[in-house]
C-alpha cells in the first residue's frame, strides 16, 4: 500500500518537546507501596472497654472521592467478630455523622449481595449472613454519612490518599494475626512482587469502571501466581492493587494488600521531532538547524499548493511570533518551500520516492525547509507535518523525512445533534478543521447535519440557529481548502426525530424516533432532502443515509393488527431491505454510494434482536459495493461479522477506549478505512455530554488519535490512549491554544497574592519552578480565588500577555449548572472565571475563562486535560502520592490573557470565579512582553 517506500527504514529520535514528559527510564530496586484496604478482625466482646478493642486495627482517615471536593473526616472505627457475627466500636464521631457498614454475603463484591447497617457512637453487633468463619474472607466497606445541608456526604475508610467508594476493603477473621509481608521491586526490567510464605500473589489494574455494555469487553490487566511473582511492565499507567494470600491448614491465615503506581514506558516511535505520527522514514542531518526568522517567507510552487502555503506560514506564525508571508517565488535562502513531486526543489539532498497519494517528503536545514508532496492532500500533511517539527521552539533539526498513508480513508463522523446547532460558531469550526481535523489526518468528513441547516425544500424541519446555506458554505470551502472530501449525513430509518417530528404522519407506530419506510411522502420527502443536500454540498462522491440501531418498538408484539397496517405482515428485515435498495436506486443515479452504519446488517452481533439483519440477503452481490459499512463497534458489529459479504468496510468507532481501537492491524486486510464518529455539540470542550457513559470519550484528542492510528495503523497497538496523549502534550498539534506573541525581552515572574487553598480544595506538589510552552513558571503557595475574595496579581508594568497557571475546582452543583448550561438557546462556552484587569488611568478592561475550554477541573481525565483554549498543561503530583512522584495525578492549565492595551501598564489582575461553589485554583503567573 506504501508503493516504493521502505517502511524497514524508520528512525526514531524522541522529540525534545516532549522529552519531559515521557516515562523515564526504568530503575532497579525498591517501588513504593502505599496501604491497601484489609482488616484483620480478632475475637472480642461488646464491652467498650475491653482490652481486645486496644489489638484491633483503628480506622480512622475516611475521605470523598476527588470530585466530591470535601475534606476527609478524622474518627476512630474498630472491627472484631463474636461468634458468627460482626462488632463495631465507633467512638470519636463528629456531631451528626453516623457509620455505614456494607458486608459481602460471598467472597465476590456484589452490592446487591451485600446487607447494609447504620450505626451510632458505640459498639454495636451486625448480623452476618452467612455467618463469620475463621479463614472465610469477606468484602466490606466502611463509610460515614456526614451532613451536608439538606442531605449528606458518603465518605469511605481510605487508609491512604483520596476515597474510593467502587473499591471494598477485604475483612479476614482470623484467631490470632499471622505475620505478613508485601514488597515489590524492579529487577531486570521485570516487577518482582514478593511475600515470603505466601501461597499466591495477585495484581490487578485499578482500570476506571466498566462501560454499560461489557461484552467483548476484557477483564482489567492482572496477573498472578507464587511467590516471587515477576511480570513484565503493563502498558497502562495507572494504580494497581497487589493482594498476597497465606494459608495454614487449608483456610486462609493472612492477606496483605498493596497498592503500586506504575508508570508505562511510552514507545519512542510515536513522535519524532514534534511530529506526531512518526514518519516511516526520518534520517537526521548535520549543521545548523532551520530556524524561522524576520526575513524566513514559505514559496508556494504553484496554486494547486497554495492553501497548504498558506497553512504552513499560518502555524509558524503562531508558534514563532514571526510575521511570515506567503510568497509564489523565488525561493531565498531561510525560506520554506511547498510543491509537488515534478516541481523544481530548491533544496538538495532530498532523494526522489515514488510518492503514494497523499504521500510527502520533507527536508531541514540552515538554508530553508522544503515540503514536496504527491498532491495537494499531501502538500496538507507535509505542511502541518513540517510547522509540529519547528513548534514553539522556533526551529528544526536538519533532517529529512518520507511519510504516507496506511488506509486509503480516515472518516470523520461529525453530527449536529439535533437541537444544538447554534452550539457550533462557524468561525470555532472552521479553527477545528484546521487543529484538529486536518492535523489529524482525515480526509473524509461526514457531517450529520440532522436538523441544523436551513432548508430551501422542507423549511418546516429547519432548527431555531442552524446554520444558514451561506454559514454551511464558509465551512465547506474552509474543509475543501484542506483536501477533504465532505458529505452530508442523515439517519433514517431510526434516530429520525428530525424528520419526524416536523411530519408525525412518518412515525413507525407509536414511536417519535423511526419512520415508517411505506408512508407514500417518506421517500417524497426524502428524495427532496437529498438532492438539496447533496446539490449543497457539491455533489460528493458519498452519502452517509444512517440506518443503524433500527429496531422497532413493536418488534415485542406478535398480532400482526398491532403493527402499522402498511407494514403488517412484512417482517422487518425485509422493510429493511426495501429502504436500502430504494437508497440505492435513488442515489447510483447520481453515480453516489452510500456510507451506512453496519450493525443492522452484522449477523449475530448484538444489536441483531428482531432478526433484521436477514435483509443482507436481499442485497444483490452486484451492487454491495455501492453500500460502504461503517463498523461502529467491537461489541456490536465488529469487521469479523462483516468482511466476508462483499461490502466495503471501514471501522468508525463510535467511542475510543484502549480495548476498542486495539487489533486494528488484525483486520486491516478487510478495511479501507478507520476513524471516529462524534456525537456531542462540540468536541473542543471538555464537558459536553455524549451518548456514552463518559462524555470525554468523544474528547477531541480522541478524534486526532483515530485518524493519525489510521493513517499509521501500527500506532493502535503502541500503548494505551492515556500513555500516548501524556507523551504528547507538549506537541503543538495538541496545543491549539497555543500562540506565541511577538515581542523582546524574557518572561516575568508576577507576584500572586490571594486566600491560600483550604483543605477541601485539591491539593498540589508543586515544583519550585515549571516551564510550560516555552515560558517558566516560578511556583509559590496555590491561591484559591472565591465568589468573594478574587486573587490578585500584581503587574505594575507594560505586559503584552499575562499567562497564568491555573485550575478551576468546582463542586458537584456548580459543575452541573456550568455543564448544563449550555444548549440551543445558549451556544456559548459557559463562563467558569472572570478575570479584570485595572489599569493606571481607572479603565478596567474583562475576560472570562470558559469551563471546559480555558479552564477544567485540575483531577479530571487526562483526555479533558488538552483544552482547546490553553497553552499547555503542567502535571504535578497530588499529596496523595507523595510515596511516588511519577504518580501524575494533577493538572495546571495555562491560559493566556491578552492586553487589548499593550503600550499601556497594567496595575493589577483579578481572578475570580462567576458563582457560589468554583474555587479558582492559581500557581503562578508571567508577564510577558509587549
Not at 691 to 702: C, E, F, N, V
Not at 836 to 853: C, F, I, K, M, T
Request: with cysteine; aromatic share 8%; hydrophobic share 45%.
Amino acid at each position: 500500500m506504501l508503493g516504493g517506500l521502505d517502511p524497514a527504514v524508520i528512525v526514531f529520535l524522541a522529540a525534545a518537546a516532549m522529552s519531559a514528559s515521557l516515562a523515564a527510564p526504568a530503575t532497579e530496586g525498591g517501588l513504593p507501596l502505599a496501604p491497601g484496604r484489609v482488616v484483620t478482625v480478632t475475637p472480642c466482646v461488646p464491652d467498650p472497654a475491653a482490652s481486645c478493642w486496644r489489638e484491633a486495627l483503628p480506622l480512622r482517615s475516611f475521605a470523598a472521592e476527588d470530585a466530591a471536593r470535601r475534606a476527609p473526616v478524622t474518627a476512630d472505627v474498630r472491627l472484631a467478630w463474636q461468634g458468627s457475627g460482626l462488632l463495631v466500636k465507633a467512638s470519636d464521631l463528629p456531631p451528626g455523622v453516623r457509620v455505614e457498614v456494607s458486608l459481602s454475603r460471598a467472597l465476590e463484591d456484589r452490592i446487591d449481595a451485600s446487607s447494609s447497617v447504620l450505626l451510632d457512637a458505640g459498639v454495636s453487633r451486625v448480623p452476618a449472613t452467612p455467618g463469620l468463619e475463621t479463614g472465610a474472607p469477606r468484602r466490606v466497606r466502611v463509610h460515614l454519612r456526614v451532613p451536608d445541608g439538606d442531605g449528606t456526604t458518603l465518605l469511605t475508610w481510605a487508609p491512604w490518599g483520596s476515597g474510593d467508594l467502587a473499591r471494598p476493603a477485604w475483612l479476614l477473621p482470623v484467631e490470632r494475626p499471622a505475620p505478613a509481608s508485601l514488597a515489590a521491586t524492579r529487577r531486570a526490567g521485570k516487577l518482582v512482587f514478593d511475600a515470603p510464605g505466601a501461597d499466591r500473589v495477585e495484581i490487578v489494574h485499578e482500570r476506571p469502571l466498566l462501560p454499560r455494555v461489557r461484552v467483548g469487553v476484557p477483564p482489567p490487566w492482572s496477573a498472578a501466581g507464587p511467590p516471587p511473582l515477576a511480570v513484565d511492565p503493563p502498558v497502562h499507567t495507572g494504580w494497581y492493587t497487589v493482594t498476597a494470600t497465606w494459608r495454614r491448614e487449608g483456610r486462609v491465615s493472612a492477606i496483605a494488600e498493596r497498592r503500586v503506581h506504575l508508570t508505562a514506558e511510552v514507545d519512542p516511535g510515536i513522535a519524532t521531532e514534534g511530529m506526531f505520527p512518526a514518519p516511516r522514514t526520518f534520517t537526521p542531518g548535520s549543521g545548523r538547524p532551520f530556524r524561522p526568522g524576520p526575513t524566513t517567507g514559505v514559496v508556494a510552487a504553484g496554486p494547486v499548493v497554495h492553501r497548504a502555503a498558506v497553512l504552513l506560514a499560518e502555524e509558524l506564525r503562531r508558534f514563532t511570533g514571526q510575521p511570515i508571508p506567503v510568497r509564489d517565488g523565488p525561493f531565498q535562502p531561510g525560506d520554506a518551500w511547498v510543491g509537488l513531486e515534478g516541481d523544481m526543489a530548491p533544496l538538495p539532498g532530498l532523494p526522489a520516492a515514488d510518492l503514494p497519494a497523499e504521500g510527502f517528503r520533507i527536508a531541514t536545514g540552515a538554508s530553508g525547509a522544503m515540503v514536496c508532496a504527491a498532491d495537494p492532500r499531501g502538500a496538507v500533511y507535509g505542511a502541518l507535518a513540517l510547522a509540529d517539527a519547528v513548534g514553539p521552539d522556533g526551529e528544526a533539526i536538519p533532517f529529512t523525512a518520507l511519510d504516507a498513508p496506511d488506509l486509503p480513508w480516515r472518516v470523520l463522523y461529525h453530527s449536529l445533534t439535533p437541537g444544538f446547532a447554534a452550539t457550533y460558531p462557524v468561525d470555532r469550526y472552521r479553527e477545528f478543521l484546521t487543529r484538529a481535523v486536518a492535523r489529524g489526518r482525515f480526509n473524509l468528513l461526514a457531517i450529520g447535519l440532522d436538523n441544523g441547516w436551513k432548508l430551501s425544500s422542507h423549511p418546516e424541519i429547519n432548527a431555531p440557529g442552524g446554520w444558514t446555506r451561506d454559514q454551511l458554505q464558509d465551512v465547506l470551502e474552509a474543509a475543501r481548502d484542506l483536501g477533504l472530501v465532505v458529505v452530508p449525513a442523515t439517519n433514517v430509518p431510526a434516530h429520525a426525530a428530525w424528520l419526524v417530528q416536523a411530519h408525525p404522519e412518518l412515525a413507525e407506530d407509536v414511536t417519535r424516533d423511526q419512520a415508517c419506510t411505506r408512508h407514500p411522502d417518506y421517500r417524497r420527502i426524502l428524495g427532496e432532502i437529498y438532492d438539496e443536500l447533496w446539490n449543497l454540498f457539491g455533489r460528493p462522491p458519498f452519502f452517509h443515509i444512517g440506518h443503524d440501531e433500527a429496531l422497532w418498538v413493536t418488534e415485542q408484539q406478535f398480532f400482526e393488527d398491532q403493527r402499522c397496517p402498511r407494514c403488517a405482515g412484512t417482517p422487518r428485515w425485509r422493510l429493511y431491505a426495501e429502504d436500502l435498495m430504494w437508497h440505492h436506486a435513488f442515489f447510483a443515479s447520481r453515480g453516489v454510494r452510500m456510507l451506512v452504519w453496519a450493525d443492522v446488517l452484522a449477523q449475530g452481533g448484538s444489536i441483531d434482536r428482531p432478526r433484521v439483519s436477514l435483509a443482507v440477503d436481499l442485497i444483490p452481490r452486484a451492487v454491495r459495493s455501492d453500500f460502504v459499512l461503517l463498523s461502529w463497534s467491537n461489541v456490536f458489529d465488529p469487521p469479523s461479522l462483516l468482511e466476508d459479504r462483499g461490502f466495503p468496510l471501514m471501522r468508525v468507532h463510535t467511542g475510543y477506549d484502549d480495548w476498542q481501537r486495539a487489533g486494528l492491524r488484525e483486520v486491516l486486510p478487510a478495511l479501507s478505512g478507520e476513524g471516529i464518529a462524534i456525537f456531542t455539540p462540540a468536541p473542543w470542550i471538555a464537558t459536553t455530554f455524549s451518548a456514552g457513559s463518559d462524555g470525554l470519550r468523544y474528547h477531541w484528542p480522541a478524534a486526532m488519535l483515530a485518524g493519525l492510528t489510521g493513517w499509521r495503523t501500527d500506532l493502535a497497538d503502541r500503548g494505551g490512549i492515556d500513555e500516548t496523549l501524556a507523551a504528547l502534550a507538549g506537541l503543538p498539534g495538541f496545543l491549539p491554544g497555543f500562540r506565541s506573541l511577538p515581542g523582546t525581552g524574557s518572561p516575568v515572574s508576577l507576584p500572586v497574592d490571594g486566600p491560600v487553598a483550604g483543605p477541601a480544595d485539591p491539593a498540589f506538589l508543586l515544583p519550585a519552578s515549571a516551564r510550560v510552552g516555552g515560558v517558566t513558571f516560578r511556583m509559590g503557595t496555590i491561591r484559591a480565588a472565591r465568589p468573594e475574595a478574587p486573587v490578585r496579581v500584581k503587574v505594575g508594568r507594560r505586559v503584552g500577555a499575562i499567562a497564568l497557571l491555573q485550575a478551576t475546582a468546582a463542586d458537584h452543583a456548580a459543575e452541573l449548572d456550568l455543564t448544563r448550561s449550555r444548549g440551543p438557546r445558549r451556544p456559548e462556552v459557559p463562563a467558569a472565571v472572570r478575570v479584570r484587569a485595572r489599569y493606571p488611568d481607572g479603565e478596567v478592561r474583562e475576560a472570562s475563562l470558559g469551563y471546559g475550554l480555558d479552564t477544567f477541573a485540575p483531577d479530571g481525565s487526562l483526555r479533558s486535560t488538552f483544552l482547546w483554549g490553553t497553552a499547555g498543561t503542567l502535571s504535578v503530583p497530588s499529596p496523595a502520592a507523595a510515596d511516588d512522584p511519577a504518580a501524575r495525578d494533577r493538572a495546571l492549565f495555562r491560559w493566556d490573557w491578552v492586553n487589548p492595551r499593550p503600550g499601556v501598564p497594567v496595575d493589577v489582575l483579578e481572578i475570580e470565579p462567576v458563582g457560589p461553589g468554583i474555587a479558582v485554583m492559581v500557581a503562578a503567573a508571567a508577564g510577558l512582553p509587549a
